[in-house]
Each structure stands twice: as C-alpha cells, then as structure tokens.
C-alpha cells in the first residue's frame, strides 16, 4: 500500500472518527439566531435593496458584415476545439493521478467537517442540525474511500500510458501527446461503449464530488443549507441521499454498466437483425 492510500484512509477515518465524537458527545446548548434578538433559531436573509437609476442611451448598430460574421465562426470552431483539448487533456491527469486527487479530498474532507462542527458550536445549532451536517459528512467520506478503487477496465486503460515523465519539457510533451492519443482512442466508435463511456461517467463523478466537498467551505453555503434544513429536513436528507448515491453510480459505474451491456446486447442485436430482415423484403 503506497503512502497516498494511507494517507486517504487515514483521512476517511479520522473524518469518520471526528463525526462520531461531536455527534454524541456534543453538549447541547440553546438555539441562537445568526441575526435577530430572541432565540427562535432561525437564520435570516437580509435583502438590500439599491436604486438604479436608468439613463436612455442611443446604440447604433454596425451594418452586418460577411467577412466578421465568418471570421466569429472560425473563431467558435477554434474556441470549441480547444475545450475539447482542455477536456481531454483534464481526462489525462485526472485519470493518471486519480489516487493523488482521492487522497487530497480525503484531506479537505476532514478539514471541512472541523470547520462545520466549529459553526454548529458557534450557532448552537439543535442535535437534529447537527446530525445533518456530521452525517453528510460522513456519506462523503465514504463516498471518497470508495473512490480509491479504480474499475479494471480503466485499469488497463491506464496500463497503456507512458511512466510519467518531467524530466525535461519535450519529455512531458511526449507522454502528454500519447496518453491524449490513448485516450481519443477510448472514445471513438469502436471503443466508446467498451471503455470510453465508463471513463466519462469516471470523471464526471470525480468533478460532482470535488465541487461537492469544495461547497462545503463557504459560510454562505452552510448557512443556506441550515435554512434549507430547518424548512423542509425531509427534503434535505433525500437530496443529500440522491447526490451521494448518484456521484457513487457515477464513479464505480463499471459495476452496473456491463452487467447491463452483457444482458442487453443480445436483444439489441435480435432488434437490429429484425429492422434489417424487414427493410431488405
């Protein structure tokens, strides 16, 4: 076991353990109001308004231009082939350092449960507020542990990559352009329901539970999650179930998709074979 996975699930149980001890042996204190003078333990939102003045401005519009609006439309086609790049270069290293990505979210996991348990304290929030943002937490953190594992099919899509090379810049250019290669390969038409669908949904869920721990940090959004809370608390814990488990499906989806594929392929191709026995009567 290398010293990142360690350090992912040291991370995950020290979360785990943090979770545990505020949530029953936290003493319970009376609700206070983030703003207000009784102790109804309602957060408010103040709303400020500001008055805009309007000014009437006359806008002249420029005669249309052939050789503008052709130019823009090179300029989108180029604009929309470099985010395909960025795209595909972001599958590239979140796929080569995935256990580097996991083991750092464990960490800002942690952080990010000690930073919430230091609000609850400071707001005095009810036990029925305090066990909702512990046990968010604590889906998290298993949500990153699962992370860890890395379906086999990506495997050895990862297997095909060069060793990572910053020896020098040509180098790194070098196992750059090869693992994009690989990875375009992945995704084309023979591939893309083999692999190249897996490592998608692989990525997508990397993305939904990074922002999802990122969101944890500002006070703004733990706030407003408590007011949530506080207005419909059975509305809160199914969203909180419904992410969890959607970013779960989205990272280990190997699990549900080829039993699927195995299943489904053969009544696929018995439909296909009977549309095309019918167009060649």
Request: a positive charge; proline letters at 3%.
């Amino acid at each position: 076991m290398e010293i990142k996975d360690i350090i992912t699930i040291i991370g995950v149980l020290f979360s785990i353990a943090v979770a545990i001890k505020t949530l029953f042996f936290s003493s319970s204190k009376p609700t206070i109001n983030i703003e207000g003078n009784n102790n109804t333990a309602k957060i408010k939102n103040e709303k400020n308004t500001t008055n805009i003045s309007k000014t009437t401005k006359t806008v002249i519009i420029p005669p249309k231009n052939s050789n503008n609006n052709s130019n823009s439309s090179e300029n989108e086609v180029v604009l929309m082939l470099l985010r395909i790049l960025c795209f595909i270069i972001g599958i590239v290293f979140i796929l080569t350092f995935n256990t580097y990505i996991v083991a750092i979210l464990s960490v800002l996991i942690v952080i990010s449960l000690l930073l919430n348990v230091a609000r609850t304290k400071k707001y005095r929030l009810t036990s029925q507020e305090i066990f909702f943002v512990i046990i968010e937490h604590v889906f998290l953190s298993i949500i990153v542990l699962f992370a860890l594992y890395m379906p086999e099919q990506l495997k050895n899509l990862l297997g095909q990559f060069k060793p990572f090379n910053v020896n020098g810049f040509s180098f790194f250019i070098d196992w750059l352009t090869d693992s994009v290669k690989i990875i375009l390969s992945s995704l084309n038409k023979d591939e893309m329901f083999n692999v190249g669908i897996v490592l998608l949904l692989r990525i997508v869920g990397t993305v939904f539970l990074t922002s999802l721990i990122l969101n944890k940090f500002p006070k703004k959004t733990f706030i407003r999650k408590i007011q949530n809370f506080r207005e419909n608390s059975k509305s809160s814990y199914f969203s909180l179930a419904l992410s969890c488990f959607f970013i779960l499906l989205l990272l280990q989806s190997s699990f549900l998709y080829y039993p699927l594929k195995d299943l489904l392929s053969p009544i696929m191709e018995s439909i296909r074979d009977s549309i095309s026995i019918w167009f060649n009567k």
